[in-house]
């Protein structure tokens, strides 16, 4: 089993930025790919950004490409988001989780393994 904890969440002016951390307990992460999730009010959770186990590739949503950056300390069993630049359709739950595999293109919610419990991003106007 993996438990995995966001931390990092909380409110921040458009064009700010945040630092988001997932760390694991109970198994290392060293072997998982990870993605970074989010999920707004009244809207489904989508896939923001991906890294391979080692770290070596990473994948993002439109959305958030060239704002934000995933990277991981596999030494610290975490994974970090970065996010720059933010603006306030960035408000959401953000989640992270395992997955068994790097895909370049495929990070469907159904498709992951362990979840953390997320942390809140609000990004004010």
């Known amino acids: 089993q993996v438990q995995l904890v966001e931390s990092g969440g909380g409110l921040v002016q458009a064009g700010g930025s945040l630092r988001l951390s997932c760390t694991a307990s109970?198994?290392?992460?060293?072997?998982?790919?990870m993605g970074w999730f989010r999920q707004a009010p009244g809207k489904e959770r989508e896939f923001v950004a991906g890294?391979?186990?080692?770290?070596?590739?990473?994948v993002y949503a439109d959305s958030v490409k060239g704002r934000f950056t995933i990277s991981r300390d596999n030494a610290k069993s975490t994974v970090f988001l970065q996010m720059n630049s933010l603006k306030p359709e960035d408000t959401a739950v953000y989640y992270c989780?395992?997955?068994?595999?790097?895909?370049?293109?495929?990070?469907?919610?159904?498709?992951?393994?362990?979840w953390g419990k997320g942390t809140l991003v609000t990004v004010s106007s």
């Open positions: 989780a395992s997955k068994s595999s790097y895909t370049a293109s495929s990070w469907p919610v159904g498709g992951m393994g362990y």
């Open positions: 890294i391979r186990s080692s770290g070596g590739s990473t």
């Open positions: 109970g198994r290392t992460l060293s072997t998982y790919a």
